[in-house]
């Protein structure tokens, strides 16, 4: 069973820092293109960034360059959001989502499996 599970979420203060993670089970995870998405209060949920198989290439939102940054780690089967700088507007639930295909996408519908979100409320 294929499981993606969000951690490091929680309230920060306008300016500060965010460190998520999201550590996978159940899949070959060196296959896998992943994303971030997220979707702020009463807003469609959005794409973050991604990253691609084996971590060469990243690629985000234009509201989130220069502030956030991807990384994964393929041994310990996890993939980072570190977010800088962050905004009161960067309020939202953040998922990371897992794509086996040929990705980097930006599309939430290229994603084959998704974790449980987890909230990042910055307060101003």
């Known amino acids: 069973q294929v499981q993606l599970v969000e951690s490091g979420g929680g309230l920060v203060q306008a300016g500060g820092s965010l460190k998520l993670s999201c550590a996978a089970s159940?899949?070959?995870?060196?296959?896998?293109?992943m994303g971030w998405f997220r979707q702020p209060p009463g807003k469609q949920r959005e794409f973050v960034g991604t990253i691609s198989r084996g971590g060469g290439r990243t690629n985000y939102v234009d509201s989130v360059k220069g502030r956030f940054t991807i990384s994964r780690d393929d041994a310990k089967n996890t993939v980072y959001l570190q977010m800088n700088s962050l905004k009161p507007e960067d309020t939202a639930v953040y998922y990371c989502a897992a794509d086996l295909g040929m990705g980097p996408s930006d599309y939430a519908s290229a994603y084959d499996y998704w974790g449980q979100g987890i909230q990042v409320t910055v307060s101003s």
């Open positions: 159940g899949l070959t995870f060196s296959r896998y293109v």
